[in-house]
């Protein structure tokens, strides 16, 4: 059984910076995937980053490179995501989600695991 524990949302002035952690029980970070999502408000939930970690890659949304970014601590079970430059229209629910059924690594329903959410509100 895999569980999820995300962390560090908050709320920040635009232009400025967020880390996510997502702390993992029973993920292998070499063998499978783990991304983040976010969702605001009556929205539906947007992958921002994965890392697939049988080819030890990352991959971030188009409209994100250079502002997100994804790193793992092995050692210590968890993943990051790193947000910069944050804008007003980055608020939402950020989610963890781990092991992939296959398919798209930025839809939600590729994901059999998921964390409980951690909320990022960015005010102008």
């Known amino acids: 059984q895999v569980q999820l524990v995300e962390s560090g949302g908050g709320s920040v002035q635009a232009g400025g910076s967020l880390k996510l952690s997502c702390a993992t029980s029973g993920y292998a970070f070499t063998s499978d995937w783990m991304a983040w999502f976010r969702q605001a408000p009556g929205k539906q939930r947007v992958g921002v980053a994965l890392?697939?970690?049988?080819?030890?890659?990352?991959f971030v949304r188009d409209s994100l490179e250079g502002r997100f970014n994804f790193s793992r601590d092995i050692v210590k079970n968890t993943g990051y995501l790193h947000m910069n430059s944050l804008e007003p229209e980055d608020s939402g629910m950020y989610y963890c989600?781990?092991?992939?059924?296959?398919?798209?690594?930025?839809?939600?329903?590729?994901?059999?695991?998921w964390g409980q959410g951690t909320q990022v509100i960015v005010s102008s």
């Open positions: 989600a781990a092991v992939s059924r296959g398919g798209d690594g930025f839809q939600a329903s590729t994901y059999k695991y």
């Open positions: 890392f697939d970690g049988s080819r030890d890659r990352i």
